[in-house]
């Protein structure tokens, strides 16, 4: 029976992230009639409702935010006695981050993890910078990686592991050619293309045009890092990127990039996991990788 309420905490907790029985089902590999079977038992073992339907999804009543606290606790503590009981590394390492990251800097690293520890399975899960520490916070996540100016929370541990230059990219036509370098009074006029709500450095980039009083127009707006470059390449406007993202393309010659020159434009890229969370050898053993690996190129 205490197997049976383990597994259906882990759906109650997945309906709840996702607010839908279909998403929940799909992610944990059950047939949706065995989700909504599963929030039923529960429903009966806690003698109350726990998720209502809104629209087109499903939210938490006030008993299931209650019961969402301790499903939590109650998860984090059972994978935290297998891991002391067993003395193995195994399981499940959650990984928060975004996708510049997910996409030019983990590979590498999540290679030789695997190399070292065969037997952990890696979950990444692309989000925001917002909702990374939100879930990192919440342990609904292992460890988190962002790119921001310099980040301090006292509930979370925080590395900077190095720094990423941001730079103007354009197409290799525009006026800028020639310049070594670019000031925020040059995007006076000019047509931005930019990542999506909720980017760091698109919000930086949109409060210090504003403090400066600099006029643009906003030509595209995407979520895809792919699209930006393409669209760039194709000279529909100029976008703000790290180095990292474009450093082949520029190596191709399909954009020219201009590191971007203001004193609020420092990011780096961090590493980020709760204090109070116990964690695994595994675990560990993640972070030693980060922290110190020397990968070669």
């Known amino acids: 029976m205490v197997k049976l309420e383990l597994t259906y905490l ?15 089902a799909e992610v944990l590999g059950y047939a949706q009639s065995s989700i909504t079977t ?26 299931g935010e209650a019961l969402l606290h301790y499903a939590n606790d109650i998860l984090r503590l059972h994978e935290e006695s297998k891991e002391v009981v067993s003395h193995q590394s195994k399981g499940i390492l959650t990984i928060g981050t975004i996708e510049t990251l997910a996409a030019f800097f983990l590979p590498p690293y999540l290679q030789k993890y695997r190399q070292l520890f065969p037997d952990m399975n890696v979950m990444i899960q692309p989000a925001n910078e917002p909702s990374i520490i939100n879930s990192v916070k919440d342990g609904t996540i292992d460890v988190g990686f962002i790119l921001d100016p310099p980040f301090l929370d006292p509930e979370l541990h925080s590395c900077k592991l190095r720094e990423e230059e941001l730079v103007i990219i354009t197409n290799p036509n525009h006026k800028f050619a020639g310049k070594s370098e670019i000031q925020i009074s040059d995007l006076q006029g000019e ?6 709500d909720g980017c760091t450095y698109r919000a930086m980039l949109l409060q210090t045009l504003k403090s400066n009083q600099i006029n643009f127009s906003l030509s595209y707006e995407f979520g895809n890092l792919e699209a930006i470059k393409q669209c760039v390449t194709y000279g529909l406007g ?14 191709k010659g399909q954009v020219s990039a201009f590191p971007l020159i203001h004193p609020h434009f420092k990011f780096y890229t961090q590493l980020v996991y709760a204090k109070k969370k ?10 030693e990788l980060i922290n110190g690996s020397h990968l070669s190129e």
């Open 238 to 251: 100029i976008a703000l990127l790290p180095r990292i993202v474009v450093a082949s393309d520029i190596a």
């Open 278 to 287: 116990w964690q695994s050898k595994a675990f560990f053993g993640f972070l």
């Open 10 to 24: 882990k759906t109650f907790r997945e309906v709840a992230k996702w607010g839908s029985y279909t998403r929940a």
């Open 38 to 63: 599963q929030i039923q038992k529960l429903e009966e073992s806690y003698g109350a409702v726990l998720l209502e339907r809104l629209g087109r999804g499903m939210k938490l009543t006030i008993a």
């Open 191 to 196: 047509s931005l293309i930019l990542t999506e």
